[in-house]
């Protein structure tokens, strides 16, 4: 199977941040515990050179599947918008100099007050230019059913079933494909609706998990309360033959990402991935 098993390790972001950990240190670690490549927040390489970046890509034992940004394309204030979009467009290109087959982009945050039309078009319009250039690196974009990350006041535009489908009627004519997550599906009470939405254009799915909807706590793959596995037979019951991407989430240190890995290649072999 070409499909690959890789990892976000969002319990671990602070130890990249301080220095305690670099990319290439988590390239190989990936390697030792089965997984086929990795995947990193653009935070890891934003203020690095290309020349940086490139000589990471070099010393890496398995690659990047997907760089990971947080895009906020819904912002009321143009200008504030075009310096995201702007910024978006830069971690493209680092994203193609580490390597990467996809970068994920996010809708941007529920602003209050906001017309829903209106956010989407702010959307559509910002992901339109990006796909210009995805074409020219040669990167595939990723518009994930996200929640919200820890440095944004609100929620996605996206977390929410409605307007997660209004947004992506608009978007789906756009070349993008979809990163699919777990726990950000089940907590809006409607996956199904979710993954029919976005059945056939689904490149990546997120194992990610839930200790409880609300408040909406994430917890270690495996220990939760998502239905994974029914959720996966679903997935790939509309033709899903991409990648898996372990979201890790636990915040239970190395040994808890170790757990979690565990868990995600074990599930996997269901699905035809051996090692």
Known sequence: MEAKISCLPVSLYKEFFVGDRTIPQWSQQAAQLGLDSVDINALFIREKSMEQIRAI??????????????????????????????????DM??????????????????WPGEDDEVMCQR?????????????????????ENHSKPGAWQYIDFDFHLERFLLLWDKVKELPISVNFDTANAYALTDWKKILNAVAG??????????????????CLAGDGIVPME?????????GFAGDICLEE????????NVKAIAYTLELCKKYGFEK
């Open 123 to 143: 959307v559509y319009d910002c992901f339109k230019v990006c796909c210009e250039k995805a074409e020219k690196l040669g990167l595939t974009i990723l518009l």
């Open 57 to 90: 890509r070099s010393e890496l034992t398995v690659p990047v599947l997907m760089v990971s940004a947080y895009s906020d394309f819904t912002l009321p204030d143009a200008a504030a918008r075009a310096e995201a979009l702007q910024t978006a467009l830069e």
């Open 249 to 256: 989430a636990g915040f239970l240190g190395w040994e808890g």
């Open 201 to 218: 254009r689904i490149a990546t799915v997120h194992i990610n998990d839930l200790a409880s909807v609300e408040p909406l706590q994430f």
């Open 93 to 110: 290109d680092r994203a193609a100099a580490i390597g990467a087959k996809y970068i994920r982009l996010t809708a941007g945050q529920a």
């Open 230 to 238: 029914q959720i996966l037979d679903a997935v790939y019951a509309t």
